[in-house]
């Protein structure tokens, strides 16, 4: 855990080192006229100060006896990626192959590749709920979602 | 008399076509998102924000305040059925919840879970109707230097309740503070940390926030640990309680109601808190504390009223105040600025049928629950039984047109992925997220109030001490945070929350 603490404070501490310093290009104003960089210059030096805090009090304190690990399950991690992966995956190819397309080959892929299930039961799940979600969003809401090269 | 009258105005704005259907809509898919897990109340009410833009405000906030409490009533059926808490506040009721399932009275269990709900939701409607006027007269009082105490105070007193380290839940905190700054500021015009980009000139954008952190977030962590499930196959039968689980149950259930109402008004997870409290009551007064854990109807019903009864009370702030306790009421805060009602002490008197209609419907909606629920369980039970590999696909695909159908904007979908990774770390690193949700929501309206705080007294921070109500909410604030820094003190508080812990296991 204190491992896990110390990447968070790094994290933090460059985080608010870097609102502080933004804040100078904007105006940060005086505590009797408090301008737009004011929040984000006090509020990033506040964060470097809880960061430096929590830095040093990993190295104050024991850590616990516990191990962790980042995945405890294994194999986890590539599911992680992979989902995270085609939801960057889809915003890329919403606009180019259309709503249906795309939600077509997103929920097969995810339906197949993160908890394999058969191709006959992926197929299924995928081309009834691409269909149910284009006649629900854009035929039934009208939710302006888009067409794509296939013309649907 | 007036009270009446504002009652009847309520009725005649839920009683109206679009309202019962909404209201009818919210409640069904919060038991939905209740009963599966892995997508709490946040999510789905995120999920379904955007598809309220084209309704009246009321018609909106009826629907989205019926998944709220519908969620905490379907929580119950996984967590009896499935011995898996649909909901965090549902947590204990898998204790006493699921051994009576395994003792064949699953049925009495789901209908005392679902006559208590809806007892506990009439109490605490008719103490919202009660206390929420006058506080919010009072709080017309308040100004700049009122308002930013009191939202630091609220803001203080869940990290306090936290779980976690108050260190890590108050960098969350300002973290998200920080995070509110990006975009146009309210007061001056200027742009602040866009980077020329037109989506973030308006901020990061809640939407896309509480999608990332509690819907994708939630997924990803649940795709890592393979969710398996023991679902209870035998029919269920007998829905109706009978006279001994009555006689076992009613003061349970009133004592619950009572509790959960006004933890429900403080900053918080308080249908969590409450429940365990609760439960932890229960088990000590009870003649035979030894049968908690073994299947007694009052580890169900005290629990289950405590947390619906939570759910009321969290709506005093938002309505007097216009101060989200959680994340939930936070995006509650957010639909109304969306639909162009500025938060606040005034929202009763400048918008009755808001109030009184929202009010209305939440009896209505529990009387709704009550009749929906009972005969609905098997559907419910088929619902459980959709596998999770098959499940989880689709709400991902939920999250990703909630936030596209926005502003058709790719910015706003890529958003929502980074706010997934924060909550997906965050949940690792043991962060917590309500914290950020709640600094997102309100920074604006807390940087305003301090700026404008500051203004008026020409710099001076004693503006703060020199006003009494704002001056009793800071030396609160500061008793906290320095109690939770003395080692005796901070000791005593991780103690209190083991042993309500403890007790319940």
Redesign the interface.
Known sequence: ?KS??R??AIF?LA??GF?SL?ARR??IG???????????FW??L??VG??V??LL?TFKAPDSPVRMT??P?AG?WK??LV??LS??A???L??RLGFTLT?FL??GF??RF??P?GWR?TLL?AFI?SVI?RLL?INF?E???PIGILGF | MDLLNHIALGAQIVLQPMNLLFCFLGVLMGTLVGVLPGLGPTAAIALLLPNTFQVPPVTAIIMLAGIYYGAMYGGSTTSILVNIPGEASSVITCLDGHQMALKGRAGPALGMAAFGSFIAGTVAVIGLMLVAPPLAKFALAFGPPEYFSLMLLGIIILIYLASGSILKALMMFVFGLLLSTIGMDNISGTKRLTFGILELSDGVGLIPAIMGLFGVAEVISNVEMEMKRDLVTTKVRNLLPNLRDWKDSFWPVIRGSVLGFFFGVLPGPAPVISAFSSYAIEKRISKHPEKFGTGVIEGVAGPEAANNAATGGAFIPLFTLGIPVNSVIAILLGAFMIHGIQPGPMIISKYPDLFWGTIISMYLGNAMLLVLNLPLIGLWVQVLKVPYPVLFPFILLFCLIGVYSLNFSQVEIGLMIVFGIIGYLGRKFQFELAPLVLAIVIGPMMESNLRLSLVISQGNPMIFIEHPISAVFIFVTFFLLVSSLIPGIGKRRRKLRETVETECV
């Open positions: 855990m896990y603490d990447i968070a933090f985080v608010g609102f933004y904007v105006k005086t505590w009797n006229e408090p301008e737009a960089g004011f929040l984000p509020g990033g506040l964060l809880m960061s805090f929590l009090s980042f995945f399950v986890a599911r992680v989902t995270f939801l960057a889809y915003n890329l919403l606009n939600t997103f929920l995810l339906v993160i908890f299930q039961r799940v709920g979600a969003f809401l939710t302006q979602l």
